[in-house]
């Protein structure tokens, strides 16, 4: 079975400050890899998605970046950051790729960002 | 646009009761849904996925069920416990990319 890590687990930065969050998958090859942000009070909401090395596609306009330099790893990140970009970021994998009837997907633990 | 509506919006009950949470889709041209529960401050843990075809799936104490046609689930959660308490979500496989379309969830409080 495979083990999404992502860190850091918390992060407190200021406004302005650049961004970079990694999340990494252990246990298959190939996978479909997201990015969600999940704000106070808020649902999910899916920011970027990669079906391979290079791929990226982004879904809500930002300031936010990704960036899939290896199979396994998916970057989130920003030259500057805003208040607005507080919450909850998930890394998130479905194992194989190129499906398009769903597979499960599966999510790591998070990265709690606050930005003052 | 497919939109994810899930019921109630929190909902909390005593120990040992058998509970119904309930999701609604717009559209009903989906691929699978799945259903997650979502502890404090933790990442998404998957319970069930239904594929398309399917009626319902069950792991344990928790059943799934789909109703395509109407543009709904149900999480059936048998004889609650304390450690049931979560926030559970809903969502349904939209569009290429394998994306998924997030409900706003169900947060549950079991009392002993």
């Known amino acids: 079975s495979q083990t999404i890590h992502q860190w850091p687990a918390t992060l407190v930065q200021p406004v302005g400050s650049p961004l970079s969050l990694e999340c990494t998958v252990e246990?298959?090859?190939?996978?479909?890899l997201y990015w969600y942000r999940q704000a106070a009070g808020r649902g999910l909401q899916l920011l970027f998605y990669?079906?391979?090395?290079?791929?990226i596609s982004s879904e809500v306009p930002q300031n936010l970046s990704a960036s899939r330099p290896q199979d396994r790893q998916f970057i989130l990140s920003s030259k500057k950051l805003l208040l607005s970009d507080s919450g909850f970021y998930l890394c998130?994998?479905?194992?194989?790729?190129?499906?398009?009837?769903?597979?499960?997907?599966?999510f790591g633990p998070g990265t709690r960002l606050t930005v003052l | 646009k497919q939109e994810v509506t899930q019921i109630p919006a929190a909902l909390s009950v005593p120990e040992g009761e058998n509970l119904v949470l309930n999701c609604s889709f717009t559209?009903?041209?989906?691929?699978?849904l799945q259903w997650f529960r979502q502890d404090p401050g933790k990442g998404l843990t998957s319970l069930l996925l239904?594929?398309?075809?399917?009626r319902e799936q069950t792991s344990g104490r928790l059943n799934a069920s789909l109703d395509k046609s109407s543009g709904r689930s149900t999480l059936y959660i048998a004889a609650s416990q304390p450690g049931d308490s979560a926030t559970y979500l809903c969502?349904?496989?939209?569009?290429?990319?394998?994306?998924?379309?997030f409900g706003t969830g169900t947060q549950l409080k079991v009392e002993l």
């Open positions: 998130a994998s479905i194992p194989t790729s190129g499906q398009t009837n769903g597979n499960e997907q599966f």
């Open positions: 246990g298959t090859s190939n996978p479909n």
């Open positions: 990669s079906v391979g090395i290079g791929q």
């Open positions: 559209d009903s041209a989906i691929y699978n």
């Open positions: 239904i594929q398309s075809s399917q």
């Open positions: 969502a349904v496989y939209a569009g290429g990319g394998n994306k998924l379309t």
